[in-house]
């Protein structure tokens, strides 16, 4: 058995990539015979504060996914990010990190920087710079010392991934812990032992592995599921059009269309097209290691 779970962020409706990830993680989980859980990451107060949650739970439930004890809030659990981080402090593995979106941007495209890293400016900051930040008032952000350590994952749906661990955030310059650190935390007090989640997570897994270890935590197993693009090959987004359940019922396609099309798009054999489905009706035909690696363009038709 393998608990599992959703995560959604309430910053909007939830598109066909997200609902189609959560039908993914409730497959896994109930395939397994195993528990199902659902977690709200509302720490950030800039997106939380919109009241998207109700219509993301509704969009879930019209799918006929279901979820086993009461929807944990990231926003109730702050202390428990700062006594986490308040260890990996304790023992040297951060640093305080001044530096803007602008001067990690510029930095960032510097040759000798891995694509997407942080360029470590503050990592070895003399105290001038420090003392410069300062004075102007400007609140740090945490990261992580990762020293490029090399860590190896193995995924259920891509193999062994190995990168090398980034100088994550873990606080943000407001105060607010950053996903990886709560990622990671809420997953082990959680009992959650598999993360079934979109493939453009995969890169930074590793990081998160190694903060599982740091912080003496288990290690869940990952599927990272393949991403729903557009025709133009980007990843899906409101610009591609219906991309919603309420986009999709103005055209006239129905949340059992939606399933099929889950279905299609997991390898999971679905009922005929004009027989009402949800997602359990997916279970008898779904295995895990059917699961493609690939990113699809179809979306949902009627029928």
Known sequence: MAVGRFAPTPSGELHLGSLRTAA???????????????????????ISRHGFEAGQLADLEAIGLDWDGPVVHQSERRDRYDRALAELVDRGLTYECYCTRREIREASTAPHVRPGAYPGTCREAGARRVAAARREGRPPAVRLRGAATVVSITDDVHGTVEAAVDDVVLRRNDGV????????VDDADQGVEQVVRGADLLDVTPTQAHLCDLLGLDRPRWAHVPLVVGPDGARLAKRHGSVTLADLARDGLTASDVVRWIGRGLGAEAPAPGVAATVADLLGGFAPDRVPATATAELPRPG
Do not use: K, Q
């Open 177 to 184: 812990a950053a996903y990886n650190l709560a990622v990671v």
């Open 24 to 46: 993914a993680a409730w497959l896994f989980a109930r395939h397994a015979g195993s528990r199902f859980l659902l977690r709200v990451e509302d720490l950030d107060p800039t």
